[in-house]
């Protein structure tokens, strides 16, 4: 049985763009496992400078992360891979590269909210089981690197099995959706909380969450991204 893989279809070039696209990839997962610390630090260990510090760690592996896009899109500019592929591929790139966008997104949307912190330890005076809730930002936190992990699988497996690629790329769907739940939930008792909180402290908490929830969202637009290429590629 034959495997497909994208190294079927590419030369020297297409491997030295490739291997771009990959390193762009861990460095896009870099930038979630250190989102994933933000959320620890400052949702369960409630220390706001510490997730300061984060903060801008968070912006410079960014920062490299789009540089790493933008050298992928030169390699496609000058040739790389066949014209078929390219615009898919492309889209691929650019579909990465928005998962870093979104987290360093969630990260400032949290850090600006500078009495955010100060309202949660409010709230869990009045009522302890605000330390539960709390702690489910964490535990999302944990599923959407679990989540663009995967994703890096996915891609890395393009190279050698695109099988294994659509296999990781489908798990990828299956945690966004995990996410979907917490974040649902952490909405739904945000307003059964609500009288513990002040009115802007709750509108800032439900854009966290949701900014939050986008970070695995744009893992599943990538994760199609995957799937579409993968057909392209067997078609």
Do not use: C
């Amino acid at each position: 049985m034959e495997v497909f893989a994208i190294s079927i279809v590419g030369g020297k070039r297409e491997r030295e763009a490739f291997e771009i696209l990959e390193k762009n990839a861990r460095g896009v997962t870099e930038v979630v496992k250190k989102f994933e610390e933000l959320i620890i630090v400052y949702f369960s260990e409630r220390n706001p400078e510490e997730a300061e510090k984060l903060g801008r760690e968070i912006s410079k592996l960014e920062t490299a992360a789009d540089k790493g896009r933008r050298d992928f899109m030169r390699m496609l500019n000058e040739g790389a891979f066949l014209p078929a592929f390219r615009g898919d591929l492309a889209w691929l790139a650019e579909r990465l590269d928005a998962i870093a966008d979104t987290a360093e997104d969630a990260m400032r949307t949290i850090l600006l909210r500078k009495q955010l912190s100060a309202a949660l330890t409010k709230a869990e005076g009045r009522d302890k089981k605000v330390k539960e809730w709390r702690q489910r930002f964490v535990e999302m936190a944990r599923v959407t690197t679990q989540a663009v992990e995967t994703l890096q699988g996915s891609i890395e497996a393009l190279t050698t099995n695109i099988e294994v690629a659509l296999e990781k790329a489908n798990n990828v769907d299956i945690l966004e959706h995990e996410i979907d739940m917490i974040e649902q939930g952490l909405l739904n008792d945000l307003y059964e909380f609500e009288k513990l909180f002040d009115p802007m402290s709750v509108v800032q908490l439900t854009d966290v969450i949701q900014r939050f929830g986008n970070i695995s969202d744009r893992a599943e637009d990538m994760s199609d991204s995957i799937t579409i290429l993968a057909f392209t590629l067997t078609a």
